[in-house]
Structures are given as structure tokens and as C-alpha cells.
């Protein structure tokens, strides 16, 4: 990173900011990853907190818990950091809002604005009337991409879609048609992590039938995922909407190859994420072809095997 590139004090202590609201992937779902990180007029932290566990205080009221008796008088001189828009709204817990100007703070930052229908802006503006300064849109590409699936459900009103296969070097899928080992030991257990963290899982009927998968994280721990089969008589579309109705924020699509296009035909898909074995078959099922209009967003290699992430291009 060059000079001109240094980040500024408040992207430094936004990003403080998401990583700890990280340590809230498992326990904060349906909600989102918050973290807050309280700052002293000089620069000093001395509050910090995540949502912790759905249902429980959010990110701002445990940064608040965190002040010791002596740091209480500098609140009216602090800047409170929070990687998503404070709550405005009554739900499981009061507004984070009414918190923070109870505490009469000088200035709040705020990651990215909330797109939930309750929150969207209304925080903010609370904030505001109450005479606090408030800063909108720090590093704001991080903290929407942390809680991808919870934006991508507000705001496209359908769960964020992964599309994940593993084919052989020359793009193959089985061999000769019968299911093929292509996943490493280690691989598999990164497959079982991405499930833990996804709400659902689908298969098409083909695959269910011939294969068996058990689709659960028995290599990892958490919970397993809702399992979904994509049935012939059943359209994409109102498959999708159905998810959403019941509140599935995430999706991995495994398969098979027909399924996989179809998803990308609808261009229902969020994410790519294609392993490949470092041999060939000579005969198969082939691997669903890239759409075109895709970016590597990250390669990794464990074990011999290639694992890379694509996302859409830009618009």
C-alpha cells in the first residue's frame, strides 16, 4: 500500500468494526453481523462489542456494556463506530438508536445503511435530530459484503444463491456417468463448513436420486441445512419465492449440471464456486459452463486441488 492509499482513522476503526462482528456468524443469523468500536476524543478504544447471538443485545448495546465505570464521562466527547445502520425500531430488543443518544455521544459512523424496511435511513435520521453528527458509507463494499445474504434477501427479496460443483481438470463432473470422488479430505471439510453457514441446501432430482447425498456437516460442526430438491414440476421461479416466504437468507445449489444451468439461465445466482481435481476422465457428464459475465474473486489450492470463487462483473 502506498502513501496515498493509507487508510483513514475512521476505515481503521470500521474495520475493527467487521472484524468483530465476524465472531457473530453462526449465533447472529437470521440478523445481521454488526460490530460497534467506541473512540475516545483521543483516539483511544474503549468500548467494543458484535451481536453476539440473535434475540440478545446488539452490537452497540454490548460496545456500551463494555466502558468501564472510569471511561463513562468521555462518552459526550466519542465517536461510536458500527459497521451497519443502529436499529430504529422495537423488535427482540429496544432501538440501538435511542441508545446512542441517551449517551449523548459527539459523532457516529456508520458502515453502510440497514436495508431492512423498518431501519433503511430511519436510524440515521434519528440520530441526527438528536443533534449527533453522523458519518454514512465507510468502507461500505466490506460491510455489504459481510452480510451478502442478509442485503442480497432485503433487497432483491430472495436468498443470496451459491452454485458449487467440483469437476475433473478436463471439466467433468463423474466418470462415464457414476459418481466420482473429485474432493480432497480437507476439501470436503471446507464443502461442510460453507454449509453450516448457508440455510439451505438443493440438488436437482437427478442427482438426489442416482447419488444419495446426504447433504449435511458431518465433517464440520453447526447445523445442517434445509434440504431442498428441485423437482421437475416445480418452476424455479415459485421455488425461489417460496424460500424467501420462509425466511431462507442463503442457498448452495450442488448440483447437478442441468440444475446448475438452469439457475444460471434465470440468472438466479450470487456466487460461483467450482473446485477442480488435478486429473482427467474421458467420457461424463460435463460441468455446466461459466456465463460470461464473471470475475475471479478469490483461488485457492489445497491438496492438489483448485478451488475458485467467481462472482458477476460489475454492471
Known sequence: MNQQEQPTAD??????CLQLAQNGLMGARPNPMVGCVIV???GRIIGEGYHVRCGEGHAEVNAFASVCADDEPLLREATVYVSL????HYGKTPPCADLIVSKRVRRVVVGTIDPFAKVQGR????????????TVGVCVAECRELNRRFFTYHSKHRPYI????????????????RPLALSTPFTQMLVHRLRAQEDAILVGRTTYDREQPHLTVRHWHGPDPKRVVLTHDRLLPQLID???LQGIQSLIV???ARTHQSFIEAGLWDELRVETAPFTVSDGTRACPLPANVRVACREEYD????????????
Not at 476505515?11 to 475493527?16: T, V
Not at 451459491?162 to 456417468?177: V, Y
Not at 492438489?304 to 454492471?315: D, L, S
Open 11 to 16: 476505515q481503521q476503526y470500521m474495520r475493527r
Open 40 to 42: 475516545a476524543s483521543d
Open 85 to 88: 445502520e443502529p436499529c430504529a
Open 123 to 134: 436510524g440515521i435520521q434519528k440520530l441526527r435530530n438528536a443533534g449527533i453528527e453522523v
Open 162 to 177: 451459491i452454485l458449487k460443483w467440483a469437476q475433473t481438470q478436463n471439466g467433468f463432473i463423474d466418470d462415464h456417468f
Open 242 to 244: 417460496d424460500l424467501y
Open 254 to 256: 450442488e448440483g447437478g
Open 304 to 315: 492438489g486441488n483448485t478451488i475458485v470463487t467467481y462472482k458477476p462483473t460489475e454492471p
